[in-house]
């Protein structure tokens, strides 16, 4: 069992209000990744961080916002939510260590925005 | 384009049966190969990474197998359980970018009955 964790696991809001999904993780990794995915579908990449003070997007545009202060936490903000960005919201670290690529993934959080 | 390809999209079979799951990738350059397993409502869980010179991995009732002239790979599920019922996942990594980019399959649903 992975040491990572996000809450809330589940969040209904209506549209136009600002959120924070939580992640944090106990293994000390310095990469961290949000990933968004629709049921059957593939997972994409939305933000990731090498370290503190390092975020970066990913392949999917997104209008959320990342931030990693410290090594162990990585929350991502929706400034004003909207129905489009319902889905599942998945959290990821990983060791930078060669050899130590496999991803740890968070339970997830499942977002409804009505 | 790289892509990764997975069949088939949904599967059911009876317990105790065996099967096997397919991942068809388009990557380059490649780097490695992972099969992840995620349960509904959680985050996906490594079952197995492969590299470009390793043909076959196992991992308890689960077995990989990797063709890179092909770029083909396989899962098999010997003895099938119920709580084998989930969503298998094909990862890709390249080795063209620091970040070891990943591409994912869309997964194959498999649902095993009693």
Redesign the interface.
């Known amino acids: 069992e ?1 040491d ?1 964790y ?1 809450t809330p696991r589940y969040l209904v809001i209506g549209t136009g209000k600002k959120i924070t999904l939580e992640c944090s993780q106990t293994m000390g990794h310095d990469k961290m990744y949000w990933y968004q995915q629709d049921p ?6 939305i933000h ?1 961080s090498y370290g503190v003070n390092s975020t970066e997007k990913g392949d999917l545009s997104s209008e959320s916002t990342v931030s990693r202060i410290r090594t162990e936490h990585f929350p991502l903000t929706l400034e004003s939510a909207r129905p489009s960005h319902t889905s599942q919201y ?3 670290s990983s060791d930078t260590r060669p050899g130590s ?8 959080t ?1 977002l409804l925005v009505l | 384009k790289n892509q990764v390809e997975q069949s088939p999209q949904s599967l059911i079979i009876l317990e105790g049966k065996n099967c096997t799951l397919q991942c068809n990738y388009t990557v380059s350059p490649f780097s490695n190969l992972r099969w992840y397993k995620q349960d509904t409502g959680r985050g996906p869980v490594s079952l197995t990474i492969m590299t470009f010179s390793e043909n076959t991995k196992s991992n308890r009732r689960y077995t990989a197998t990797l063709d890179a002239d092909t770029k083909q790979s396989s899962l098999h599920i010997t003895a099938s359980q119920l709580s084998d019922s989930a969503s298998y996942i094909c990862v890709v990594s390249d080795r063209g970018s620091t970040l070891g980019r990943l591409y994912f399959g869309r997964g194959t649903q498999l649902t095993v009955w009693p």
């Open positions: 992975a990572i996000q059957g579908m593939e997972l994409h990449l990731y998945l959290c990821a690529e496999t991803q740890y993934f968070g339970p997830g499942r």
